[in-house]
């Protein structure tokens, strides 16, 4: 067996993200939402709002109204944009790679919980830089994005210029679809009513495993021997067929999905594992520290231990086991970059926003699908 590679820590290097790059994302976003800042109060009132919900981890409640949808497009997406950029562009060298790649004539990039438009913006803005073309973005969310994404899709190819030639398709493609990613079809590991998942021991003192059991009422109930259970709903369109992505992202999205249902969450992970192509790559970024702890049964982990566990040392299902072949495609994932703690500052002096900018603090994963 080959030596295993150590995931190498996120770099520093400013390319892309240079000054000049963000203030053009500020300005397309103060230009595409102009309406917003014309009722400061209604604005301020709907974001303080959001915060509320955010704080409380209620996801839901902060994107259950067309006014909480654009205060936080236009609050949170403007820093999240900027910092997308920068950590697609000078972080991952793989993603401008993929994009700028002649050898794939469609490259098709899948945003999980990408409605709000940070990610789509970013990776629209480094496309059209890398002079990129035959980009298809989709951004999956289980919210009600449709009137904000279009907007913003309008807005980027106004400011791009790809509306110059009206015959021409523009270089990025961009689409969303309100579905909740965990929905589409995965096997529910245990098909009993409760998901277990083996986690290594994080004590050095204890070399036996922990077995988390986290309670599942939506989980698919016991099947009889003589009755094999149904399979699950088809999502709406084919479109959500992992297997044709090349690039998927995860985007501070994470923390949601686990909140959300965290079997579900390990499901729609281990689907990742089985159905995901050789080489696809799968960036997932959320906040460092304590808030990306989940709690599974007595115990609370890291969200990126429970993503490196799931997706670097999955448990092998026992079909794989009982007819495993060197040939046959891997459900492993290589960690090409990993870093519990990255800061993205913003120059504030000479960036010029009617909002609050934020710096932030998330941790990073880069996996290639093996």
Request: charged share 20%; aromatic share 8%; hydrophobic share 40%.
């Amino acid at each position: 067996m080959a030596p295993k590679r150590k995931a190498k820590p996120a770099q520093e290097p400013i390319k892309y993200a240079s000054v000049t790059a963000q203030q053009a994302l500020l300005t397309l976003l103060q230009r595409t939402f102009s309406a917003a800042f014309s009722d400061p109060a209604t604005l301020s009132a709907a974001i303080q709002a959001v915060k509320a919900h955010l704080y409380a981890r209620d996801y839901l409640a902060a994107f259950d109204s067309p006014d909480y949808l654009l205060a936080y497009v236009v609050r949170w997406s403007s820093s999240r944009a900027l910092a997308y950029l920068h950590v697609f562009g000078d972080l991952c060298p793989q993603i401008p790679l993929l994009l700028s790649s002649a050898a794939k004539p469609k490259k098709r990039v899948l945003c999980v919980g990408g409605g709000a438009g940070g990610e789509v913006l970013a990776l629209a803005a480094l496309a059209n830089d890398l002079g990129a073309r035959g980009v298809d973005i989709l951004a999956v969310d289980i919210a009600d994005w449709e009137d904000v994404f279009t907007r913003l899709r309008d807005g980027i190819a106004r400011q791009l210029g790809w509306l110059a030639e009206e015959d021409s398709k523009p270089p990025v493609d961009l689409n969303f679809l309100q579905f909740d990613i965990l929905d589409v079809p995965c096997q529910i590991l245990d098909g009993d009513q409760s998901q277990k998942i083996s986690l290594e021991s994080l004590s050095s003192s204890s070399s036996s495993p922990i077995t988390a059991t986290a309670t599942a009422p939506d989980a698919l109930p016991p099947s009889s021997s003589s009755a094999p259970p149904a399979p699950p709903a088809p999502p709406p369109t084919d479109k959500l067929d992992v297997s044709k992505f090349d690039l998927i992202t995860v985007l501070f999205t994470a923390n949601e999905l686990f909140v959300e249902s965290k079997p579900r969450t390990i499901s729609f992970l281990r689907h990742l594992c089985d159905r995901c192509k050789p080489g696809t790559i799968l960036l997932i970024l959320e906040s460092a520290g304590s808030y990306s702890h989940i709690s599974i049964g007595s115990k609370t982990f890291p969200v990126q231990f429970l993503l490196d566990h799931t997706l670097v040392d999955p448990s092998p299902s026992p079909s794989s086991s009982s007819s495993s072949s060197s040939s046959a495609p891997s459900d492993r994932w290589e960690k090409l970059i990993e870093d519990d703690s990255v800061w993205f500052r913003l120059d504030e002096k000479q960036l010029r926003y009617p909002l609050q900018l934020e710096n932030m603090r998330f941790f990073i994963r880069l996996y290639k699908k093996l």
